[in-house]
């Protein structure tokens, strides 16, 4: 079994919905980490998390919020989705702040 | 300046060739460094840190120059599954800042 899984992996929904993609991982991680990608922009964070108590917004934080339910699980909230979320979202875990990071497979999702 | 930049590429080389990539980074203060591979549509994967020293891992060489600020990976006898989207990530600060590159993507020809 994969060790950082995300739900759903693809979704389509309409601007004004609310959308909240999962992670759960079973590596047994302090930090998870919230990112999107676009083309030509890399992959860019979101929010990231410490601990269930830490959160911390990233660099694109507006419009989205989180909620870390317990060390193996972190969720990410749409509130109400606009196109410009239309991205490829991936959850990631380290175990230290030096280590590598080890991310899921991915949600593709598209905001029409 | 971007934080971290690459050339996207795409670099097309034919199989057994050796290709080179170069990544640059702005933040002097920078502390970590790694390369990723990313097929299409799938997610990132450490492909190897890179340490002050240079390191090798197989066909895969990776080096840092801090006084000009950049980092290379080299890799050598190209394979057709060499063919992906490569990341250069940098960390810095006090919460170790990740940035990641948007990407060389190397297409390897048989």
């Known amino acids: 079994d994969a060790d950082v899984t995300q739900t759903p992996r693809n979704r389509i929904t309409k601007t004004g919905k609310r959308i909240m993609l999962e992670c759960s991982q079973t590596k047994g991680h302090d930090r998870m980490y919230w990112y999107r990608q676009d083309p030509g922009l890399g992959l860019r964070l979101i929010y990231y998390s410490f601990d269930v108590k830490d959160i911390n917004k990233g660099e694109i934080s507006d419009g989205y919020s989180v909620s870390r339910q317990a060390q193996a699980k972190f969720s990410l909230s749409l509130e109400s989705a606009i196109p410009n979320q239309t991205a490829l979202y991936f959850c990631?875990?380290?175990?230290?702040?030096?280590?590598?990071?080890?991310f899921g497979p991915g949600t593709r999702l598209t905001v029409l | 300046r971007k934080e971290v930049e690459q050339d996207p590429g795409p670099f097309n080389v034919p199989e057994g060739a050796t290709v080179a990539f170069n990544c640059t980074y702005s933040n002097s203060a920078s502390q970590s460094f790694f390369w990723y591979r990313q097929d299409c549509r799938k997610e990132p994967k450490l492909l190897m840190s890179?340490?002050?020293s240079g390191n090798e891992d197989g066909r895969f060489t990776a080096q840092l120059n801090r006084a000009s600020q950049y980092i290379s990976l080299l890799i050598r006898d190209s394979k057709l599954s060499d063919s992906a989207t490569y990341l250069c990530v940098v960390k810095a600060g006090g919460y170790q800042k990740v940035t990641f590159g948007t990407g060389t993507k190397l297409q390897v020809i048989p």
């Open positions: 890179v340490y002050s």
């Open positions: 990631a875990t380290s175990e230290t702040a030096y280590n590598e990071q080890f």
